[in-house]
């Protein structure tokens, strides 16, 4: 079984930062592409980005472009999401997850998933 432990989430002012980490057990790390999504109550799951194991290439949600940074370190089986510049819209569970295949955006595509980390962000 792979297991995904979040962390990192919290209350942060608008305009703040936070950074967001997933560690993983299990099978080895980098085979897996990785990723963050969101979701708010009431409100379908949304895709925030994704990071392929090697050499790194990512994708984000225009919503969050620019402003938050995927990155990994499979030395560490760790998948971070570095978020600045937080708006009170990207108030959700955040969750991390890991897919075999090479990168999407759906979530059906991720076959592994952490329990999510709750982010408030107030104005």
């Known amino acids: 079984q792979v297991l995904l432990v979040e962390s990192g989430g919290g209350l942060v002012q608008a305009g703040g930062s936070l950074r967001l980490s997933c560690a993983r057990s299990?099978?080895?790390?980098?085979?897996?592409?990785m990723g963050w999504f969101r979701q708010a109550p009431g409100k379908e799951r949304e895709f925030v980005a994704a990071i392929t194991r090697r050499p790194g290439i990512t994708s984000y949600a225009d919503s969050v472009k620019g402003r938050f940074t995927i990155s990994r370190d499979n030395a560490k089986n760790t998948v971070y999401l570095q978020m600045n510049s937080l708006k009170p819209e990207d108030t959700a569970v955040y969750y991390c997850?890991?897919?075999?295949?090479?990168?999407?955006?759906?979530?059906?595509?991720?076959?592994?998933w952490g329990q999510g980390t709750q982010v408030t962000v107030s104005s």
């Open positions: 997850a890991a897919s075999e295949v090479l990168i999407s955006r759906r979530a059906l595509d991720y076959k592994y």
């Open positions: 299990g099978l080895t790390f980098n085979t897996y592409t």
